[in-house]
């Protein structure tokens, strides 16, 4: 993702962006991905969802216990 702020040269910056980058894949973030779902398969990735979930809600309700003192 790159953030812009500003106003730029389109011709610029497509010239700048398409030195650093490449159509090959990194296999860093191939093998991150396919790890990724390996664990979601079957019920451990629903435990971890789940997990996940409930830290949220956990999450959500001390923020609103520290915005509200409650």
Known sequence: MIH?????NEETFNEAYMMH????????????TE????MMKGNAG???INGSIERAIK???EIKRLRTGI
Not at 35 to 38: D, F, G, I, R
Request: glycine share 8%; hydrophobic share 35%.
């Open 4 to 8: 812009v702020k500003g106003d730029v």
């Open 21 to 32: 980058t490449t159509t090959s894949p990194h296999y860093g973030i191939v093998a991150s």
């Open 35 to 38: 790890t990724a779902a390996a």
């Open 46 to 48: 629903k435990r971890l």
């Open 59 to 61: 999450f959500r309700k």
